[in-house]
């Protein structure tokens, strides 16, 4: 009865409204703008020529549904402008008789003419955009051995036996440490669940916030009990409550969702861990101005260290200090579930230690610490 | 009567009072931003300018066919200026290299995989693993990898079988055929390693622009600043409506109360962000300008959120948000059309330009900065009548 006021009590105040609406609206934000698929590399393309190989290719890059954005110029200098002026990461100009290059290439010889991949510094970048050009026309090389091997032979070979072999044309395929089947998500909404463990993090401070401003107003008085740490902990799950939903409808709207048996209860035992984590910095720290003056160094801390933008491989060992980097990891893999939740015991064990640790010596301590 | 100068004096002093802690604030900020430094120099998206990808393979080391392909992998193939080849014994080895950041991602090559390659059937798939959690660049990277070494495959593959059925429909016995798509796929396996003979590179250079170095330094510098104006919460805290009810009557009216605290906020992330900048980092950007714009976005927001947490939260997801999309993390290429045009015209787009074309944007600069004192100023208006 006492949790559902306490629930009443925070649907009325504007601070925590407006703390559960402002993700919801990045989301919707996010979402509505990243209705197309982000690219990792945009590529201007310029196919000179009209013949076979020229074609076939035109084709594949058309057909093409890779993260890489194809975008085809009308003319070499239009492409090498587009280059210049960063339009495009890289540009590629293929020789009008593309067909003589690779049938240059089927007898192993070095071609006289050669496509240009145009870049503005040299990279590895340039690297990966010649792989996947390679790859785009090795299929007309590799057809045009297979017919000049044939035709030594005395075979009538022609290009429709080649094409008629329907092999799958993915034989490697992502796969998660769990086993899980992997769900597509756009590349520009791939922060998102980052964002929201973020502020799973700042709903735990604004929920000390909370808990330090009743318990300033002596609302407390009114609800004692020999079990401390399980009162505040359920008065931290109601601060809770609205959030996990939205964070669920999120992860779900975006399409990042995994599966219930993962998700929640990764979602929980996080939550877990950011109360408790909140409720150790509130009795360290002791007032509402402390906690605000801390947060912003915190976040931003958290952010970095966690994968939500960028992974920081280098610094593994302080990551595992940090509760959303645990969360983040367990998605697909069960080993940082299994960290998660040692994390969350060693968390509990502090905040029990610091509670019972007498008044005196907590007062102490925060002085030496402040 | 208050006068305006008395004001500012009196901010100036009261943001004086507060440096130690902001001080503290920004050194565990300037930290902070070092790190992230640190990754993206050595992130996927600035490795794919400058450093290899280190790819883990997990198969048996009895397999002569096996250690003959990573051989040719790593001293013959093209894609050895790109990738770094590790070799593991199992998986578990792997999947700890994995989780402690050795390697971008690991390829498990399965008995039953090289089987179905010996018999050209493609029934069997070759997984790649290449993180833990959500996927990131690095396995959309390994795609674009994954789909160019199965064009390759998939292709010589196609003309092995298309090579072996033309033989055996005209007749030719079982122990003809063999040797000679051996000797075709020795062919193929030619022209595999020799293809990048068909592509020459050329370079332009970054005369008009910017290196891609130059990118990140001035993104992430832009991006210190930024977070510089969240170090200064304190300066927010605990102001009372009637404070500014009692100014206004003293005849220091709104625009006045909020340029008499815009100017300390603004003079102290100059004096930061200069100290970190300009001395610890090195950088010779003139960032006063910048910091203006990123002072005023801030100030609006801390004026217009009412709530300590809401404020951290309103400003860390604008912030975060506007940063994400205006390409200070990974390049402009990552994003569609329609985010790189907005990206490029918010705030943190349009510093980003000044920073990177000078004057042509300071018009910009200085209109944003206009309109986010004016917000700030029409709240402090709606507080005073209130």
Redesign the interface.
Known sequence: MRYLLLLKRLLRK??YI??LL??PI?FF??KG??Q???????VGVYVAGEDDSSKMLRESLGESE????YVSYESEDEL?KA????T??EGWITPFDLDG?VEG??V?S??SE???????????????G??????????A???Q??LN??AA?G?N?DDK?????G???????????DQEE?SD?S??L??L?G?LA??LL?CG??AS?YYIEDRNNKIFIWWKTRFTFLRDLGYYGVVFLMPTIITIAGLIYSG?FTTVLREIPALLLYEVAVILLAMLLRMVLGS??N???L???L???V???S?V????????QVQRFCPTFHY??????T??LKTLFIYTVLLGCLVVLFLKLPVKVRQVFKAHLL | MIKFGDYFLAQLKRIVKLLPGIVVMVVIVALAVAGISKAILSSDSYKEQHMKYKLGIVGSTEDDMLTMGVDLLKNNDESRFMLDIVRFDDAEEANAALRAGDISAYVLITDEFVDSLNALSNDVNLEYFATSGQRGITSVMMDELADIASNLVVSSEKGLLALEQEMKNAGYPAEAINPQVDRALLLYVGVMLARGDMVEVQELGVSDGLSTEEYYKISLSLFFMLLLTFCSISFFLRRRKAGYQFLAAKGLGPAGQVLGEFLPYYLLNLFCGEIVIGYVIKDRFNIAVATVLFSALGFAIFEVVSGVINKILAAFILYMGMSYISGYFYPRSFFTDVLQVIGRYLPTGVAFSYMEQGEGSLMMVLGYTVVFLLIAMLFRVHRIRQ
């Open positions: 504007k601070s407006v703390m402002l993700v990045l934000v996010l703008v990243a197309e698929n982000g690219h990792i590399m945009a890779s993260s890489i954005q090498r280059v210049a002026n960063k495009i990461d290059l290439m089927a192993s070095i071609p050669k496509i240009k991949v145009v870049v503005r510094e040299n990279g590895l970048s340039h690297l990966l010649k792989e996947i050009l390679c790859s785009k026309v090795y299929p090389v590799a057809k051995l297979y091997y044939a032979l075979l070979a036996n080649f094409d008629s072999f092999l799958s044309n993915s034989l490697f395929e992502m796969g998660y440490l992997v998500t590349l520009i791939m922060p669940r964002i973020v502020w700042l401070i604004a916030m990042s509402i101005k906690l605000g003056i947060t912003p160094d976040i931003i801390v952010t970095i260290l994968p933008f960028i992974d920081l491989k280098e610094a593994r983040l990891s367990s998605i697909h893999d080993y940082y």
